[in-house]
Structure formats: C-alpha cells, structure tokens
C-alpha cells in the first residue's frame, strides 16, 4: 500500500463519527493481543501432543480460546486416554458462545448467510467489542472487525507457535497468557460505574477462583455465569422501575 492510500485510510476513518472510531480502536487493540495469544495455544497444543496440522486445523474450525485450551489441557494431562474429558470440557465452554449468539443476533441483522459468518466468529472478544458500543452502527463496527482480526491473526499465530513449539520453553515468560486477560479487563473497567456491574464483576471472579481447584475445567466458568444470571434476573442493587 502506497503513503497516498494509507494516508487517504486514515482520512477515512478520522472522518466518522466518534462512536465508529471507537469501536474501530477497541477491535485494533483487542484483535492484536488476542491474536498474540495464538502463539502460546499453537506452542502447548504441539506439547499437548498435537502436531502442527491438527494444531492449525482445530483453530481453523473450532476457533473459541477457552474451549481450545481447555482440549489441549486435559489432553496434557492425561494423554489420548483422556480424549472424553478433553472434548466434555470443551464443549462445557463452548456453550456460552450459544449465549453470545442471542446477544449478537440484532447487531448481525437478517440473512442466513450473513448469520452463518457471523457464528463462526461469535466469541468473547467479538460479543465483548460490540456490545460496548453505543450505536447500532458502531456495534456491527466492533463485531466483524473484531472477529475478522481475530480469526485471522489467531490463525497465523497458532501456526506460528505450533511450528516454533518447544522452542519457546514457557510461554508465561512472555506474558502471553495474560493478553486475553488484559484485553477484557481493558474492556470491563470502563463499564464498572455503578453498583451492580461491580458485584457482578466481583462474584463472578471469586466464585470462578474458588470452584477452580475443585471442579473440571470450563464448569467454573458457567457456574460463575450464573451470579450474572441471578443478579440479572431479581434486579439485585439495580435501579427499581417506578410506575406513575
């Protein structure tokens, strides 16, 4: 791309609304840390057991992180015998992305074929990055770029880390495994201004911590869901409606 296309890009995207250029950012920084986190996944999952091609071709078609780690890990642990296990939690996680689809579904609008798409890239990030937004506009902004980027970028390090494998030792050291972490706290924190999103926030991350330890991967996670859930349901410290 030549410096007169590039600086007509970015005359292009100073000119939208405020809403829109947001939304584009929050997609930009989010899809680069996701997708910086698909180096760590390629790396374990050839540790896992995984060789490259399986690797890549579970990215490709499953293409949901938690779900994704969660395979390789019980996988880890306990080798082909664990096969049940591993595909038991990732299925565990793969159902809030059913959850996210009701949410997503008006910012996607009609036709099959776009609602196909859509599903494919339905996932934290994506749903996280839309539903911050404050137009309809700018959601539908933050949920394809976000994917797009994502799926893309998740790819190409996934292969990248499969193809370095053991090479990288402990992926920690590089703080990969916080990225996804930083980016939805990144995401959170601005949203934390009342009452009750803070509780949600807060039950929700001491009941994940908590349950952990003791119960298969994945069903922390659903299992702290539920405070959103309840909180949500009963109006818990949330602004009461007044009839006239």
């Known amino acids: ?62 293409f949901s992180g938690g779900s994704q780690f969660a395979l390789i890990g019980v996988l880890g642990a306990g080798g082909t015998g664990a096969g049940p296990s591993a595909i038991a939690s990732a299925a565990l996680l793969g159902v809030r992305n059913s959850l996210y689809a009701i949410r997503v579904s008006p910012i996607v609008g009609p036709g099959w074929a776009k609602r196909i798409l859509a599903g494919w890239i339905t996932i934290d990030e994506s749903t996280a990055v839309a539903t911050a937004q404050t137009t309809l506009r700018a ?75 003791w119960l298969p991967p994945g069903v922390p996670v659903l299992v702290a869901a539920l405070v959103a859930v309840v909180v949500g349901l009963t109006n818990w410290l949330g602004e009461k409606e007044t009839r006239g």
């Open 1 to 62: 791309m030549s410096s007169s296309e590039r600086a007509a890009d970015a005359a292009r995207v100073a000119g939208r609304p405020p809403e829109e250029r947001n939304a584009i950012r929050a997609a930009l920084s989010v899809g680069i840390a996701v997708s910086a986190y698909g180096i760590s996944f390629g790396a374990l999952s050839v540790a896992a057991g995984l060789d490259v091609w399986q690797t890549c071709v579970l990215s490709l078609l499953m």
């Open 139 to 213: 959601q539908r902004i933050g949920f394809w770029l976000t994917g797009g980027l994502i799926f893309v970028g998740w790819n190409l390090t996934t292969l990248l880390g499969a193809l370095l494998g053991d090479l990288l030792g402990d992926v920690s050291r590089f703080g990969l495994d916080a990225a996804a972490a930083a980016a939805f706290l990144g995401l959170l924190w601005p949203r934390l201004k009342q009452l009750q999103p803070i509780v949600v926030a807060v039950g929700a991350a001491v009941v994940a911590a908590a349950l952990t330890p």
